[in-house]
């Protein structure tokens, strides 16, 4: 039994691994996206930084010794910015000097592994950081105010009464229900929602959230879907 609720086309823990040695990020690759994550990769901090403005990572991974900016530079530079302050980040590192592993932790860095280490356990520590930070991303039940969706039936209420949604809608709507009040840009509902390597145009995004709030809206409830004047879409907590 896989223990995250991934199935298909799901949502799937995104993981942005930082290592500039291409044999050992092939590997990571290849058992992350085996174990279920999206992985995304990127051979040096800087590639790094803009990776995860872009794409907005779940955890990332950040190898130590990079060239130019350091995996420890990288991860203090993320803890320094608002939006990815408390984006859970684990450092690799070939070092295990106790002096080595108080910087790491100094950096603000969640967790810390050392070099050797085979894949399983990498991927154990990922699950269990973000089984801390996360929980939405591995909880079978997401809900906001009246909204509950289970993730292993697929079953979404509102005010207990079921609500019926197209795939793409009740991604858009976990998407939503994982971050609650949270503003995404259109462009981000397309990166996370229809994938990286689709292309779809940002009006399509539009049309799906208009289905969303038809089908939430079903009963006449209030609309919870807000709409930030050029910036994009948010679920509004609601008053329960
Ligand atoms: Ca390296």
Redesign the pocket.
Known sequence: MNPMPIAGSELRPRVLIV???DAQAEVLRYNFEREGFDVLLAGDGDDGLFAVEEHQPDLVIL?W??PGMSGLAVCRRLRGREATRSLPIIILTARSEETDRIHGFESGADDYVVKPFSPSELVARVRAVLRRSRPALIEEVLSCGDITMDLSTHRVTRGGRSVHLGPTEFRLLRLFLEKPQRVFSREQLLDRVWGRDIHVELRTVDVHIRRLRKALGEHGDEDVIRTVRGAGYALDGMKV
Do not use: H, S, W
């Open positions: 290592e500039d040695e190898d010794m990079l």
